[in-house]
């Protein structure tokens, strides 16, 4: 079955991977770095926002079971798009925002997905979200990699005291 990547940042990769990885056609989703020049990034150097880097999820997809296109929408809804400086709690450039795409068919779902998003009137403010095209994907550390099944009552404290789950619920209309 032909598989294709997509890498989303969406502010802290450990609420990143949940909202993807039980759907069909999704083989993986693992948390990591992108989007700088340092190779093998560790946590903490990412932390200083001074790498270029931040914090994504890869996701690992087949597309004729879970287009890419569906995959934006999954990404959008975990997310405050009109957010420039980080996500909820998480402030500071290794937490921004974006969609790496991997294909000119990419680019152009996420361009296209983005303006509809900015079309729909939803946010007061522009959609802030860039969209890059990829570079390499350095993983996370073992103990960031499904945070949310191996922690999950932190992962649940850090979710609504974050100000994430509340958001997505009070603007997207979906649980977390």
């Known amino acids: ?8 940042a969406g502010g802290c990769f450990w609420c990143m991977v949940k909202p993807f990885d039980t759907l069909d056609g999704i083989e993986e989703v693992v ?3 992108t989007g700088g020049d340092l190779p093998n990034p560790t946590y903490e150097q990412v932390c200083t926002n001074a790498t270029g880097h931040v ?3 890869q996701i690992t997809f087949q597309p004729d079971i879970f287009p890419y296109e569906k995959l934006l929408e999954v990404f959008w809804t975990q997310i405050d798009p009109t957010d420039a400086g980080g996500q909820f709690f998480d402030r500071g450039a290794s937490y921004k925002t974006a969609i790496f795409y991997h294909s000119e068919e990419q680019r152009l779902a996420a361009e296209k997905s983005k303006q509809d ?6 946010f007061a403010k522009p959609v802030a979200t860039q969209i890059l095209e990829a570079k390499p994907f350095y ?3 073992d103990y ?3 945070y949310y099944k191996k922690n999950p009552a932190h992962y649940n404290r850090y979710s609504v005291g974050s100000g994430r789950a509340g958001f997505i619920e009070k603007n997207w209309g979906v649980g977390q």
Do not use: C, P
């Open 144 to 146: 960031h990699q499904d």
């Open 31 to 33: 948390s990591g770095y």
């Open 55 to 57: 914090e994504a999820v």
């Open 1 to 8: 079955m032909k598989t294709e990547k997509a890498t989303f």
């Open 117 to 122: 998003l900015d079309n729909s009137g939803r």
């Open 139 to 141: 993983l996370a550390e």
